[in-house]
């Protein structure tokens, strides 16, 4: 019993809306005792309401009560502290701010586990029962607690919404039809609620479809973010190395220069030397005889001076001196110079190949494949400005126009010697590497040309563009088209035109040509996978003079 006690004391004690024990007790004029700071913000929120009630008993207030604090409460809540008890647990069957109340229970309400649409009302567990065990609440719906009970309701005849108008999509109740919706499509909200029903699957089945769409391009991404990790990682190890070989390729031809300077040095060193010694011998041999030869000059006795001239007046044989060229002091300034040259070659190599890694480097695309463009427009977009690469031309064609125009020539023009150069057939490449999107066009003169795309090891096979599967070619002469890849050749029509466009994708594996003239008319496209960097080409049938040009775009 004395536990008893105590519990009662302890639940009297506690604040109904923090269920804690009670902090600076106040009393309001109904009797209920809270937490000062919690009736505090309790009326607070109310203040838009003008009304002030007790969270309990609902009793309302007109004007805010003063809160005074219950000293005795106080008193006795600091008493049950010093026995180091605190309030017992809090019976979760009550509703808390967050929780649907039962609208039966009076006090201390507890917690709604139902909501019924046809009483709309929410009951507790107690509450709840006569719908289980009457009949005659044998049809009413029964929902998850909902504080939206009231939003079932018709404001205009305070009736329970159970029908739907089409004509204004709204819910409306069974009076709703005799005024202002008169003469409207309406069904029962049931029915309404089946045909709504099925439009929500559909929905749903097309979100669903769509988030297994998305969910394939989140992977999709995620492996080309792998992807290009695991190439950029590469890239950079592959990068070191090449580059640290240049570091030591360049220190070894250092030290051999060195060593070589070095080793000249000492052998043209030795060999003066070598020379001077002779030379210094021959002076000192020289000044002995010119002494000899003096003190006999100096000798009185006839016959002693006859006797030993002979002797004194021979001289050894001089010394070649010859070879002795004083020259300019130059003597290893060439090797200085041509290492200058090499360094100033090398900064050019590295400045022209620089620009094509920045170029490779800000052209990494991860986006998925976009669009072909429609419009010559949308073509020009992605313009690009290609040059012709006179180490790969046909020593019989002939570059102009800053390298942008080809042309068979009768006499072999003056290149140097180069690997990349082709020999069998006139043609030439393109100076830069083509990837990701770009466009161009090429005009070209009455003699027949190929317009082409290749890998640049083609020049390996010595073959012509497009008689091998490192090249795709379209040719257009003797007025007509033939697209040739492989050794295999398809006829092409389309309009002729003195024009044609080239638009290529690199990274999808899309290579188109187009006729240009006042509008642009495809005349063949390639769908295919390309494995290396794509250079732009020509290859020229004769006669002399043939020409064909990459236009620029202003």
């Keep these: ?54 969270p309990q008993c609902r009793q309302a207030f007109t004007l805010r009560p003063v809160l005074v604090k219950n000293t005795m409460l106080a008193v006795l809540v600091e008493q049950l502290k010093k026995t180091g008890l605190q309030a017992a647990p809090v019976d979760h069957c009550y509703a808390g701010p967050e929780d649907v109340a039962c609208d039966v229970c009076t006090g201390r309400k507890m917690k709604a586990v139902k909501s019924c649409l046809v009483c709309l009302v929410s009951y507790c567990e107690k509450h709840l029962q006569p719908h289980y065990e009457s009949p005659a609440f ?16 018709c404001s205009r ?54 988030i297994q769409d998305r969910e394939k391009d989140v992977k999709l991404l995620q492996q080309e ?27 070894k031809r250092s030290s051999d220069v060195k ?33 000899e030869l003096k003190q006999l ?87 690009h400005q290609i040059t012709l690469d006179p180490n790969t031309a046909h020593e019989k064609v002939l570059l102009s126009e800053r390298n942008r125009k080809a042309t068979v020539m009768g006499e072999k023009q003056y290149y140097f010697s180069h690997s990349d150069r082709f020999t069998g057939h006139f043609q030439v490449l393109s100076r830069e590497s083509l990837t990701r999107r770009c466009y161009w066009e090429v005009e070209r003169s009455t003699g027949g040309v190929s317009v082409v795309v290749a890998y640049k090891d083609i020049k390996d096979l010595n073959e012509r563009f497009g008689e091998n599967n490192k090249s795709w070619a379209l040719d257009f002469y003797k007025r007509r088209y033939e697209f040739r890849h492989d050794s295999i050749s398809t006829p092409v029509s389309g309009p002729r035109s003195s024009r044609v466009g080239v638009y290529l994708d690199q990274r999808a594996g899309i290579l188109s040509f187009y006729s240009v003239s006042e509008t642009m008319t495809l005349l063949h496209r390639v769908q295919t996978t390309f494995t290396q960097p794509l250079y732009a080409g020509f290859y020229l049938y004769g006669p002399n003079g043939n020409t064909v040009e990459l236009c620029e775009f202003k």
Excluded at 177 to 185: A, L, N, R, T, Y
Excluded at 199 to 206: A, K
Excluded at 358 to 368: K, P, Q, R, T, Y
């Design 1 to 54: 019993m004395a536990q008893q006690g105590v519990q009662l004391d302890q639940e009297t004690i506690s604040c109904s809306i923090c269920l804690d024990l009670l902090k600076n007790p106040v009393t309001i004029p109904c009797g209920h005792s809270y937490c000062m700071n919690c009736i505090k913000i309790h009326w607070d929120e109310e203040v838009v309401k003008e009304i002030y009630s007790c």
């Design 138 to 153: 044998e049809k009413h719906k029964l929902v998850d607690p909902s504080k939206k009970l009231q939003e079932n309701i």
């Design 157 to 210: 005849h305070d009736e329970v919404m159970k029908m739907f108008c089409r004509t204004d999509q709204q819910s409306i109740c069974y009076l709703c039809p005799v005024d202002e919706h008169k003469g409207h499509d309406t069904v029962s909200a049931a029915a309404e609620r089946t045909e709504r029903q099925r439009e929500l699957e559909v929905s749903r089945q097309n979100i669903q479809q769509r």
């Design 225 to 251: 973010v792998e992807a290009v990790s695991c190439s950029a990682d590469k890239a950079v190890e592959d990068s070191e190395k090449i580059f640290t070989e240049l570091i030591l390729l360049i220190q």
């Design 259 to 291: 060593q070589q300077i070095r080793s000249q040095q000492e052998t043209e060193v030795s060999r003066v030397k070598e020379l001077q010694e002779k030379l210094d011998q021959e002076i000192t041999e020289l000044k002995r005889k010119d002494a």
């Design 297 to 383: 000059s100096h000798t009185e006795d006839h016959t002693q001076f006859l006797l030993n001239y002979p002797s004194l007046s021979q001289l050894s044989a001089s010394t070649d001196s010859s070879s002795i060229n004083i020259r300019p002091l130059r003597y290893f300034e060439d090797v200085t110079a041509a290492v200058s040259e090499l360094r100033d070659k090398l900064q050019d190599i590295l400045r022209e190949k620089w620009t094509n890694i920045s170029v490779a480097m800000a052209e990494v695309d991860v986006l998925l494949p976009q669009p072909e463009p429609k419009t010559r427009a949308e073509f020009l977009d992605f313009s």
